[in-house]
């Protein structure tokens, strides 16, 4: 080939290259991402409008697939394997598919994640992990873009809600995130544990309300390991009135307010001594 004519094409090729436009998308991605417990979930999705348009039972048929959102299947991830109402899910990328009917719709974690948009005519069931059938519900809140949201979140669940239109669906998720973290504590929590680790253990017990007993001697070795920090003596302080032990819960709170306020932390004070006014019109059980 004639040097001439390569240069023909390589500048037409680049001119195809430079005349590419990047255009804004009619249904933009969003990428959510949501820690329950120890466990990291993912969403990435596309967020088309209603646009004036019906939704549901017309531009979103009711039988048919859905993609639950636009351009490419909408994709979950999981870190680690959890509950989908009465199913288990272990970790790893799914697509989100929907099968909307006017009374219920059929929610599809599905495994092949390699079809584009709702993959209609590649679909296959038996690559399903499984359907989950839910009621959907009529909200007073109108959404103009599809929505996928996350709420009521604890270290043990959430709900992950779908919205568009009027349109909204709840789908229940849940993690053992208790026995993972029993698993943690007797491997954490030995004879050369640090006061931090003493501490976060003797914490999280205390906000799951799960035996105050442990947790308090927990805090304790915390606390004996050199950890004197309004922190400590503030959990201390709650975990002693859990226990009815109001005189040592209003000494310790005492303790954790005058070191908060050498360290400048007014909010701590300010709780602190809130809480002191609250145990001293309670008696020791």
Not at 165 to 183: F, G, H, Y
Not at 223 to 230: R, V
Not at 257 to 284: C, T, Y
Request: contains cysteine; proline residues 4%; glycine residues 6%.
């Amino acid at each position: 080939m004639k040097t001439g004519t390569i240069l023909f094409f390589f500048f037409f090729h680049c001119c195809l290259l430079v005349g590419q436009l990047e255009h804004p998308k009619a249904s933009p991605l969003q990428e959510l991402v949501q820690q329950i417990g120890l466990t990291r979930v993912k969403v990435v999705y596309s967020r088309p409008a209603v646009r004036g348009r019906t939704i549901f039972g017309d531009l979103v048929p009711y039988g048919r697939i859905w993609r639950v959102g636009a351009n490419e299947s909408t994709k979950f991830s999981v870190s680690d394997t959890i509950q989908v109402g009465p199913y288990t899910l272990p970790h790893g990328t799914y697509a989100l598919y929907a099968f909307p009917y006017k009374d219920y719709w059929d929610v599809v974690f599905h495994k092949n994640t390699e079809h584009w948009g709702d993959g209609r005519d590649a679909y296959r069931p038996e690559e399903d992990q499984f359907r989950l059938r839910l009621k959907p519900e009529i909200s007073p809140v109108f959404q103009e873009n599809f929505q996928i949201s996350f709420d009521e979140i604890t270290h043990n669940g959430m709900l992950m809600i779908w919205h568009w239109d009027k349109l909204r669906l709840q789908i229940p998720i849940s993690v053992n995130t208790e026995a993972v973290m029993e698993a943690q504590l007797r491997k954490a929590l030995t004879e050369n544990a640090s006061a931090q680790s003493w501490y976060e253990a003797a914490r999280y017990l205390h906000e799951q309300n799960k035996d105050p007993q442990r947790a308090l001697g927990y805090v304790e070795q915390a606390l004996a390991k050199g950890g004197d920090t309004y922190y400590f003596h503030r959990v201390r302080s709650l975990l002693l009135a859990n226990l009815g032990r109001f005189r040592e819960a209003i000494a310790a709170a005492s303790i954790s307010r005058e070191l908060a306020h050498a360290e400048g932390k007014d909010e701590f004070v300010r709780m602190n001594e809130k809480n002191i006014e609250k145990w001293k019109q309670f008696k020791e059980k």
